[in-house]
């Protein structure tokens, strides 16, 4: 039985010693199971290579996969669903907020009962910024309320899966991905395992709360119809509250002829429904942008450098 664990890495020099020897360490006592280990280099800038490198010559456990330039952690983790081998298949970040020492217990999960993969969930956000806690509450709220896909709040991408769900996983192609979202999309029974937050180990968070407002505005926009959906429905409203508005506007005509007055509610009335004429163009520009990215079709990641010889280089 081959379990294979995909770690994206970014500029992640400093974690990087620290994980491995974690992982051995947990590993020895699976002595039951091989492993596979598949270091992703996203395009890091520090020397994250030259020691997956280093760590590949001593093991042969180690595999690597060297991207061209930053792509991203989610082209990073569909690289190494799309190279992955293993009967059992785990993502898990490279700085020790995903425990190494959980995988033990996943893997029994799935073993004795009747489950496809054995998800983890962050109990409290300690350690992090409240108002970072705050909006990323909020934003599972509504993505639950917008989206068909259960998200569940302080989930992360740390799971075990069995290979079905891993090979449905592959077979969504898309250019968006949004994984939080593709797994609760593809379903299978998946066991909840909470456990605390765990601060990262060494180096620094790869992501501003910029980056983490644009991937959550991906998120919703990939998983839901529900911004094109109020849209119409404004507009609708809008109509029918023109069209009770020209009736009002006739019949005072008729009544009190036409006084000329009411410049400043003109502009106003004219304002709003502009704002939400163009507020509307947004999201369907949202919307078409991503259209036009997933029709270009590119790939979602490219290979520049591997010790892997059948890896699919271009994806
Ligand atoms: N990561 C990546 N590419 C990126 C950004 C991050 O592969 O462009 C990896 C990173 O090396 C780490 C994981 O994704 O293993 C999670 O990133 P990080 O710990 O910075 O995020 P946080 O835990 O703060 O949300
Ligand atoms: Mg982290």
């Given at each position: 039985m081959l379990i294979s664990l995909i770690v994206p890495c970014y500029n992640e020099s400093a974690a990087l010693p620290i994980f491995y020897k974690e992982l051995c360490k947990v590993t020895e006592e699976l002595d039951k199971y091989d492993f596979e280990f598949l270091f992703v280099d996203?395009?890091?800038?520090?020397?994250t290579l030259s020691i997956l490198k280093d760590l590949s010559d001593s093991d042969d456990r180690v595999k690597y996969f060297s991207f061209a330039?930053?792509?991203g952690k989610e082209a990073a983790m569909y690289a190494g669903f799309c190279n992955t081998k293993g009967n059992y298949v785990a993502v898990m970040d490279?700085?020790?907020?995903?425990?190494?020492?959980?995988l033990p217990q996943m893997i029994d999960i799935l073993e004795t009962q009747d489950y496809d993969s054995v998800a983890t969930r962050r109990e409290t956000r300690k350690g992090e910024p409240p108002i970072r806690s705050f909006f990323a509450k909020m934003f599972y709220r509504l993505m639950n309320k917008m989206s068909d896909a259960d998200i569940v709040d302080g989930?992360?991408?740390f799971r075990l899966m069995k290979r079905e769900m891993v090979d449905a996983i592959i077979k969504?192609?898309?250019?968006?991905?949004?994984s939080k979202g593709i797994f609760g999309w593809v379903g299978f029974k998946t066991y909840w395992l909470p456990f605390e937050n765990v601060e990262r180990v060494a180096g620094e968070t790869k992501w501003s709360f910029w980056k983490l407002f644009k991937y959550s505005i991906d998120g919703m926009v990939n998983f839901s119809h529900l911004p094109l959906t109020i849209a119409s429905v404004i507009g609708i409203v809008f109509t029918i509250l023109a069209f009770i508005f020209v009736v009002f506007v006739v019949v005072r005509k008729i009544i009190?002829?036409?006084?000329?007055?009411?410049w400043a509610s003109t502009v106003s009335i004219i304002m709003f429904i502009g704002g939400i004429q163009l507020l509307c163009m947004g999201i369907m520009g949202q919307y078409i942008a991503k259209m036009y990215l997933e029709v270009k079709d590119r790939p979602h990641y490219i290979i520049a450098d591997t010790n892997v010889s059948d890896s699919n280089r271009i994806n």
């Amino acid at each position: 039985m081959l379990i294979s664990l995909i770690v994206p890495c970014y500029n992640e020099s400093a974690a990087l010693p620290i994980f491995y020897k974690e992982l051995c360490k947990v590993t020895e006592e699976l002595d039951k199971y091989d492993f596979e280990f598949l270091f992703v280099d996203d395009g890091s800038k520090d020397n994250t290579l030259s020691i997956l490198k280093d760590l590949s010559d001593s093991d042969d456990r180690v595999k690597y996969f060297s991207f061209a330039r930053n792509f991203g952690k989610e082209a990073a983790m569909y690289a190494g669903f799309c190279n992955t081998k293993g009967n059992y298949v785990a993502v898990m970040d490279a700085d020790m907020q995903d425990p190494p020492s959980l995988l033990p217990q996943m893997i029994d999960i799935l073993e004795t009962q009747d489950y496809d993969s054995v998800a983890t969930r962050r109990e409290t956000r300690k350690g992090e910024p409240p108002i970072r806690s705050f909006f990323a509450k909020m934003f599972y709220r509504l993505m639950n309320k917008m989206s068909d896909a259960d998200i569940v709040d302080g989930a992360r991408d740390f799971r075990l899966m069995k290979r079905e769900m891993v090979d449905a996983i592959i077979k969504m192609t898309e250019y968006n991905r949004f994984s939080k979202g593709i797994f609760g999309w593809v379903g299978f029974k998946t066991y909840w395992l909470p456990f605390e937050n765990v601060e990262r180990v060494a180096g620094e968070t790869k992501w501003s709360f910029w980056k983490l407002f644009k991937y959550s505005i991906d998120g919703m926009v990939n998983f839901s119809h529900l911004p094109l959906t109020i849209a119409s429905v404004i507009g609708i409203v809008f109509t029918i509250l023109a069209f009770i508005f020209v009736v009002f506007v006739v019949v005072r005509k008729i009544i009190f002829g036409d006084p000329v007055a009411g410049w400043a509610s003109t502009v106003s009335i004219i304002m709003f429904i502009g704002g939400i004429q163009l507020l509307c163009m947004g999201i369907m520009g949202q919307y078409i942008a991503k259209m036009y990215l997933e029709v270009k079709d590119r790939p979602h990641y490219i290979i520049a450098d591997t010790n892997v010889s059948d890896s699919n280089r271009i994806n």
